[in-house]
Structure formats: structure tokens, C-alpha cells
């Protein structure tokens, strides 16, 4: 079986290439691999250093139909998570987002109709649905993106939806919440809090710090992600769901304390611009597929900090780039 997965320079696509690589999915035990990625300033192929001799890495955008149309032929598996990822950065300016997570999948989708790949899985965000103040959503929930980041997510979902109606795509749509663990670029909360917490620095809290946020260690989001693409039905929306429900104030809390800092090192920041208050996600479908999360999230972001506390290296080459963006 040859598997093409796009993005996995970043921080999930990575851990996915690097589970699959090392026989985390004995079903694909056997699977060759290609990785594209455009390398952007999210993209870093040390994520890949560990699995590198086993993969096929090549330097490219998921929107360059030219490039497609010589690579994709062969796959029968293609997994998708090329996107631009930042709810402030897509604030700040939209246009990548679109170019990237509408028009670049939109050019992916026709290489792999194309192309007769077998299995397309497009990895998305619970981001798609907006907000939801109590219970949680379910696949069939109507989306209502709020960030341009959203929207953009929103917007390649929809026509993974019509790829499959129209013309047979036989794609399948994961949806999940937020993402933790190694190897997380340090722009997103937790390695930005960490990183800044371990090098003596305060970190920003927005708003009144009561936003919730479902998180998932990436390990388990990726063994999700493999459930839905070797047992999912083709058009089919798939949640995975995370362990721990928190608001941002308690998420300072346990990274306080994790790092063992006390609250003198948070600043208290404006509110991100339409910052959605809660995310839910009911994920009965994909656990019926047998998907259990398996990290708790004390153990997880124990795990998680001790790795950015031993590498160092690895964050203080890309961090510098990013402390004058992160608020
Ligand atoms: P990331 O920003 O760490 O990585 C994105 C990767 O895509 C990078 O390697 C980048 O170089 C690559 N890329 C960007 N534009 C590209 C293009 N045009 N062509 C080829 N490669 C390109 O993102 P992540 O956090 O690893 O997220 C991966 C996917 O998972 C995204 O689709 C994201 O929407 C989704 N997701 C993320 C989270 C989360 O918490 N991080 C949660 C749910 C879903």
C-alpha cells in the first residue's frame, strides 16, 4: 500500500507519519510513504528525523496541480493535513488560509479523483461548527465557522461533501479538538506557554481566560484519524474527542504548576477578535468504530513539557520567529 500524506512536516501530520512509520497501525504495517509539504514557517522536517530513512519526502504545495498530477498516481491512500493552522494569524490576514485550505485541498481532491486513489482522509476542526455554549455537537451539527481560519477549514469540508456526492471521491472527514503533545510549533498555547514559562518569560492570557477548550493528546487525534480511514464509510463525517475539558484559566493552572510558576508570569491580554467560547464534540460514531482516547491529559502534558524542556534546540530555532506575532 502506498500512502501520501500532505502536511506532515507540522506538528499532527508528523506524529501520524511517525506512528505509522513505527508500526503503531499493524494494519498498515507494510505501508510506503510519501510526505509533501511546502515547508512553511510551520513546517519542519526535524519532525520527521526519526522516521526519515523510511519516507519519501517531497518539497511542494498541495495546490500546484502540475506537481499533483505526477504524484499522486500510485497512492491509494492520500491523508491530508496541509493547512494553515493559526486562529490569530488568519485574523491578522485570510489570504493563505483560502489559497491553502480551500483552493490547495480543492486542487488536491481533483489530483486524487484523477488519480482513482482509493481512500482520501481530510483531516478538520471542531472550529468548522462556531460555538456551542452547553452539550456537544454531532456530525450532523450545521456548520457555522466564526474565524477566517474556520471558515477556510469549513469551506474545503463542504466540498470534500460534493467531491463525494458528485463525483464518487471517496473521502472521509475527520473532525477534532484541540491538539497537544511534542513537536507542536510554538505559536499555539500550550508550547507557547511552556516555552516562554521554562525560559523565565510571562505568557498572555485572553480576554477573561473562561473560553473551554476539549484537549487531545496528538498521538491519540492520529489513532483516531486511523480508525476512520481503515474503517470509515466514504462521505462520512468522523469527531474525535479529547480527554479533558478546560477553561483557559485552568489550563494556565496545571502549566503553572507544571512548570512551576506561579501567576505574577501571566499577563492578562484583550480578548482574540470573535473568540469562540466552548467547543464540544460527541464523538459516539467513531468509538462504535473503536476508538477510545488512551493518554490522560495529566499524563500527556507531564510528557509534553518534560519534551520541551529537553528540547530546546528543536523550539529555539523556530521561536525566535514567532515572538514578535504571538500575543
Ligand atoms: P501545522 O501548522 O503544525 O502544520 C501544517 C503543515 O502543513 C506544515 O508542515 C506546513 O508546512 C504544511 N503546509 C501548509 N500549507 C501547505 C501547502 N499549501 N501545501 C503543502 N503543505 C502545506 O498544523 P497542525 O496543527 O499539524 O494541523 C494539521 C491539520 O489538523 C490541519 O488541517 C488543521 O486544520 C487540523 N487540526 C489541527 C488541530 C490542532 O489542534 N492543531 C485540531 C484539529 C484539526
Known amino acids: 500500500?502506498?500512502?501520501?500524506?500532505?502536511?506532515?512536516?507540522?506538528?499532527?501530520?508528523?506524529?501520524?507519519?511517525?506512528?505509522?512509520?513505527?508500526?503503531?497501525?499493524?494494519?498498515?504495517?507494510?505501508?510506503?510513504?510519501t510526505v509533501l509539504d511546502a515547508l512553511t514557517y510551520a513546517g519542519n522536517k526535524a519532525n520527521l528525523a526519526p522516521v526519515e530513512d523510511r519516507l519519501t519526502f517531497v518539497h511542494g504545495d498541495i495546490g500546484d496541480a502540475a506537481l499533483l498530477q505526477r504524484l499522486v498516481p500510485g497512492h491509494d491512500v492520500v491523508v491530508n493535513f496541509a493547512a494553515e493552522s493559526h486562529v490569530d494569524r488568519s485574523i491578522a490576514g485570510a489570504a493563505d488560509f483560502v489559497r491553502t485550505n480551500v483552493l490547495g485541498v480543492q486542487t488536491l481532491f481533483d489530483a486524487c479523483l484523477k488519480a482513482g486513489v482509493e481512500r482520501v482522509v481530510h483531516?478538520?476542526?471542531?472550529?468548522?461548527?462556531g460555538s456551542i455554549d452547553t452539550g456537544s455537537w454531532d456530525e450532523?451539527?450545521?456548520l457555522a465557522p466564526n474565524s477566517p481560519y474556520a471558515a477556510a477549514k469549513a469551506g474545503a469540508d463542504l466540498l470534500a461533501r460534493a467531491y463525494h456526492v458528485t463525483h464518487g471521491l471517496p473521502v472521509v472527514i475527520?473532525?477534532?479538538?484541540?491538539?497537544?503533545?511534542?513537536?507542536?510549533?510554538?505559536?499555539?498555547?500550550?508550547?507557547?506557554?511552556?516555552?516562554?514559562?521554562l525560559t523565565g518569560g510571562t505568557v498572555p492570557l485572553y480576554g477573561d481566560g473562561r473560553n473551554v477548550r476539549d484537549w487531545i493528546h496528538v498521538t491519540d487525534h492520529c489513532r483516531g484519524i486511523q480508525i476512520a480511514a481503515e474503517r470509515g464509510t466514504p462521505g462520512e463525517v468522523y469527531h474525535i474527542a479529547g480527554?479533558?475539558?478546560?477553561?483557559?484559566?485552568?489550563?494556565?493552572?496545571?502549566l503553572l504548576a507544571a512548570c512551576e510558576a506561579t501567576w505574577d508570569r501571566v499577563e492578562r491580554v484583550p480578548d482574540r477578535l470573535g473568540h469562540d467560547r466552548r467547543y464540544?464534540?460527541?464523538d459516539t460514531k467513531l468509538r462504535a468504530l473503536g476508538y477510545t482516547p488512551r493518554v490522560s491529559f495529566?499524563?500527556?502534558?507531564?510528557?509534553?513539557?518534560?519534551?520541551?524542556?529537553?528540547?530546546t534546540a528543536?523550539?529555539?530555532?523556530?521561536?525566535?520567529k514567532e515572538r514578535a506575532h504571538a500575543r
Open 1 to 33: 500500500m502506498r500512502v501520501l500524506v500532505t502536511g506532515a512536516a507540522g506538528f499532527i501530520g508528523s506524529a501520524y507519519a511517525r506512528e505509522l512509520l513505527t508500526g503503531a497501525y499493524p494494519a498498515w504495517r507494510d505501508a510506503r510513504v
Open 123 to 129: 483531516v478538520s476542526t471542531d472550529e468548522v461548527y
Open 140 to 142: 450532523h451539527a450545521p
Open 174 to 197: 475527520t473532525r477534532c479538538g484541540n491538539n497537544y503533545g511534542p513537536y507542536q510549533y510554538p505559536e499555539k498555547v500550550i508550547p507557547l506557554f511552556v516555552t516562554r514559562l
Open 243 to 254: 480527554t479533558c475539558e478546560l477553561t483557559n484559566l485552568q489550563l494556565t493552572e496545571r
Open 280 to 282: 464540544s464534540l460527541d
Open 298 to 311: 495529566a499524563q500527556g502534558l507531564a510528557d509534553t513539557v518534560r519534551w520541551y524542556a529537553q528540547n
Open 314 to 320: 528543536w523550539w529555539q530555532q523556530s521561536a525566535p
